[in-house]
Structures are given as structure tokens and as C-alpha cells.
T-cell receptor
Framework: SAVISQKPSRDICQRGTSLTIQCQVD?????MFWYRQQPGQSLTLIAT?????????ESGFVIDKFPISRPNLTFSTLTVSNMSPEDSSIYLC??????????FGPGTRLTVL | AQKITQTQPGMFVQEKEAVTLDCTYD???????LFWYKQPSSGEMIFLIY??????QNATEGRYSLNFQKARKSANLVISASQLGDSAMYFC???????????FGKGNQVVVIP
């Protein structure tokens, strides 16, 4: 499976600031996904990012709060804007391979004070 | 919309014993895929096993097997010969048809004790 890396692995941020999370894949992939996992909860899909088009957001997530870039087939970024403590979560990117299986990056642990 | 249900409380398992994690799902689609992921305390999500709705054989991957009962809409994960490193949260997930979204259950906590 593809090797996926995320930066940063963790961060502590002040409310009102923004953080950009990077996701890098070692092979070209069509679809990349961004998920949020709030403390003690399951994963929730934020958006699907295809290269060359705008990301598709799930209900409850908006582009102004979570802008996404997908400049090429191996890279994507997710920005968490104007953060509040409720944004404290693990953010994970994933890519789709093989039998429609999604493989995940190591995650970014975000704490907002 | 598809729904995944994992309702077991946290489980303690003796090392070398087998453990079964329950997962039921709800969908009206005929074509779907079922997945199990492991999430250790480090936070990464590790893919374990996949079962397609049209697969006649239960999926197996090493010590992991999936007990797929289509009529009951259940896809239980069986971990054989538990190891201390199996201590983690386990998530069941489903993908329906051409929709590439994964819907996740709430997860099962497993603690393997020596």
C-alpha cells in the first residue's frame, strides 16, 4: 500500500489562529480524503479532494472553515481556520487503493487552547 | 443512508485467546464493502481486512478473519491468538456502491492482558 505521511504530527494552537496540515503520498492517487476524529469519537469525513477540482465537503463542514488544496496527485493540505477548542481532534488523511480500500496517514493531533 | 453499529463495551482478552468483535450494518444497497481498522493509542488507523458484499468466502488475513453473515447484516471480526500488541480500538466501516465515502462505527476497545 501507499506510504502516507502527515505534517505536523501534533500541534498546540491558540484559539482564533489557523493551522495547515500537509498530507504526502509516495505514489499518485486520484482521490484523497480528510477525516476528523474528535476525542473519544469515531471518524467523520470532512471532504474528498480530487486533483484539479474543488473539494467536495460533507454536511456540516464548509470550505471557509476547512479549506483544502490538492495541487497534484501526491499532495494535499487541510487548513483548520479560526480555531476554537471544539476543533481539538485528530485529523487524518487517507487515499484509496486496490479494492476501494482507504489507507490512512498517521494523523495530526491538534489541541486548541 | 448507511449505518454501522458497534455496541460492545470495552473488552479484556487473555493473551493467546481469540476475540470476536461485533459489527452490524444497515444498507439497502446490494453492492457494498465492509472494512475493519485498528487504531492503537498512537492514533494511526491501520487497515486490517476487507469483505465485499458479493464475496462468497469469508475474508481472512493472517490472524484476522471476518465472519460475514449477509442475511443478518453482520460482519464480525475474529482475532485469533491475541497478542499484547492487539490492544487498540477497532473500527468497522462500510462503503456503499460507487460512493467512496466510508461510514464508521463507534469502535470497540480491546485490551489484551498477559
Amino acid at each position: 500500500s501507499a506510504v502516507i505521511s502527515q505534517k505536523p504530527s501534533r500541534d498546540i494552537c491558540q484559539r482564533g489562529t489557523s493551522l495547515t496540515i500537509q498530507c504526502q503520498v509516495d505514489s499518485q492517487v486520484t482521490m484523497m480524503f480528510w477525516y476528523r476524529q474528535q476525542p473519544g469519537q469515531s471518524l467523520t469525513l470532512i471532504a474528498t479532494a480530487n486533483q484539479g477540482s474543488e473539494a467536495t465537503y460533507e454536511s456540516g463542514f464548509v470550505i471557509d472553515k476547512f479549506p483544502i488544496s490538492r495541487p497534484n496527485l501526491t499532495f494535499s493540505t487541510l487548513t483548520v481556520s479560526n480555531m476554537s477548542p471544539e476543533d481539538s481532534s485528530i485529523y487524518l488523511c487517507s487515499v484509496e487503493e486496490g479494492t476501494d480500500t482507504q489507507y490512512f496517514g498517521p494523523g495530526t493531533r491538534l489541541t486548541v487552547l | 443512508a448507511q449505518k454501522i453499529t458497534q455496541t460492545q463495551p470495552g473488552m479484556f482478552v487473555q493473551e493467546k485467546e481469540a476475540v470476536t468483535l461485533d459489527c452490524t450494518y444497515d444498507t439497502s444497497d446490494q453492492s457494498y464493502g465492509l472494512f475493519w481498522y485498528k487504531q492503537p493509542s498512537s492514533g494511526e488507523m491501520i487497515f486490517l481486512i476487507y469483505q465485499g458484499s458479493y464475496d462468497e468466502q469469508n475474508a481472512t488475513e493472517g490472524r484476522y478473519s471476518l465472519n460475514f453473515q449477509k442475511a443478518r447484516k453482520s460482519a464480525n471480526l475474529v482475532i485469533s491468538a491475541s497478542q499484547l500488541g492487539d490492544s487498540a480500538m477497532y473500527f468497522c466501516a462500510m462503503r456503499v456502491g460507487g460512493n467512496n465515502r466510508l461510514a464508521f462505527g463507534k469502535g470497540n476497545q480491546v485490551v489484551v492482558i498477559p
